[in-house]
Nanobody, 124 residues
Framework: QVQLVESGGGLVQAGDSLRLSCVKS????????MGWFRQAPGKEREFVAS????????GDADSVKGRFTISRDNAKNTVYLQMNSLKPEDTAVYYC?????????????????WGKGTLVTVSS
């Protein structure tokens, strides 16, 4: 069984930075491509960023391009999302998820395992 636990969310001001972490337990972490998604109140869950098994390939949504960076440390079974220059529209619950196949962009249906999310609130 695969378990994903996110952390690092919080309340910040516009322009600030946050780093989210997602720790995986269960089956071998290094074999899974990973992704970050987010869901704002009243909106559908949307793709944020993806990373392949060794970090050699990444993808991200246009809305976060140049501001957010996904990375992973397989020795720590952890994937990160570094978020810079945060905007109020980045406010959402952020989820990490594991997939079986890497893609530069995912839909929620592509993912096999999900964490429970961590809330990021950006005030103006």
């Amino acid at each position: 069984q695969v378990q994903l636990v996110e952390s690092g969310g919080g309340l910040v001001q516009a322009g600030d930075s946050l780093r989210l972490s997602c720790v995986k337990s269960g089956r071998t972490f290094s074999t899974y491509p990973m992704g970050w998604f987010r869901q704002a109140p009243g909106k559908e869950r949307e793709f944020v960023a993806s990373i392949n098994w060794n970090g050699g390939r990444t993808g991200d949504a246009d809305s976060v391009k140049g501001r957010f960076t996904i990375s992973r440390d397989n020795a720590k079974n952890t994937v990160y999302l570094q978020m810079n220059s945060l905007k109020p529209e980045d406010t959402a619950v952020y989820y990490c998820a594991a997939a079986l196949v890497y893609r530069d962009s995912y839909s929620a249906n592509d993912m096999s395992y999900w964490g429970k999310g961590t809330l990021v609130t950006v005030s103006s």
